[in-house]
């Protein structure tokens, strides 16, 4: 009896600690929503051709690498923990636009590949520092005003998703005017649609519910178009707008633009 006793005792005691172990285990970091993980991992569709994306640049490669693990989110809610390049390309593989990453843990590392020099990521403007620093394609506001494969439907909000706070956009123009107005130095703003927006995409209005359909679309645009290199254009915004020969009405930052392009000003419609 004694011995029974004994053991109950025991089995009282250890199993306690057996439970307090595996919670720890299991216990996951918070992760936080970040447009930088976004831009890195476009990064590596492009150079790791991954789901058919490559690079337009020959001697484009990654600057840095993740030092694993890392963790990681989806917008469902999931959160996964990475242990090799091999598991993110393989979960990049995998994305679509109803389960795609989206947040990551910090503070976590990356090394840089050229040097070998490890650095660590405390927060989303450390992570914009090192976007800067290696020259990623990022989506900046030309992208969005300016682009030939796609049109913004007005109104629509953008927030500010360091702070939560929302802008009603009514115009091209003012959407334009809102960034020129932004301080370069001004690193507590970094920029995100209210989703669901409506851009109009080779004449049909497509509604895109999220970060990663507008990525999508950002990236299907076509990549051939340029200015011609021999033109000079300022950056002042004074936007014209002409029709082309599909009858789609088209917006230059300003006449210099379109001029390049083979117009005139009789050329000039109203962009309204």
Do not use: H, W
Request: charged share 25%; aromatic share 12%.
């Amino acid at each position: 009896m004694k011995t029974i006793k004994q053991i109950l005792i025991l089995l009282l005691v250890v199993l306690p600690l057996g439970i307090s172990c595996s919670d720890d285990d299991t216990k996951t970091k918070d992760t936080q929503k970040s447009a930088s993980l976004r831009v890195v991992f476009n990064e590596m569709k492009n150079n790791f051709n991954i789901a058919g994306r490559s690079s337009s640049d020959d001697d484009d490669e990654m600057c840095f690498d993740f030092v694993y693990p890392i963790t990681l989110s989806y917008n469902t809610g999931t959160t996964v923990t990475v242990n090799s390049i091999d598991e993110l390309i393989d979960l990049l593989s995998n994305e679509d636009e109803d389960m795609y990453l989206e947040a990551i843990a910090f503070p976590f590392q990356i090394q840089y590949l050229a040097s070998g020099t490890t650095v660590t990521i405390n927060s989303e403007d450390d992570f914009e520092g090192i976007i800067a620093e290696c020259d990623f394609d990022t989506y900046d506001d030309d992208d969005y005003i300016d682009s030939e494969c796609f049109q913004l439907v007005y109104p629509f909000s953008i927030i500010n998703t360091t702070n939560s706070e929302t802008f009603l956009m009514e115009s091209e123009s003012q959407l334009y005017a809102f960034f020129e107005g932004l301080d370069d130095e001004d690193e507590d703003f970094n920029f995100d649609f209210v989703y669901p927006i409506s851009v109009i995409v080779d004449g049909a209005t497509v509604v895109v519910s999220n970060s990663y359909q507008f990525e999508e679309i950002l990236n299907s645009c076509d990549d051939d178009y340029d200015y011609d290199e021999d033109c000079v254009c300022t950056e002042e915004y004074s936007p014209v707008c002409v029709i082309d020969e599909d009858g789609e009405v088209i917006t230059f930052p300003n006449p210099c633009f379109a001029e390049c392009e083979g117009y005139t000003e009789s050329d000039f419609v109203d962009c309204n």
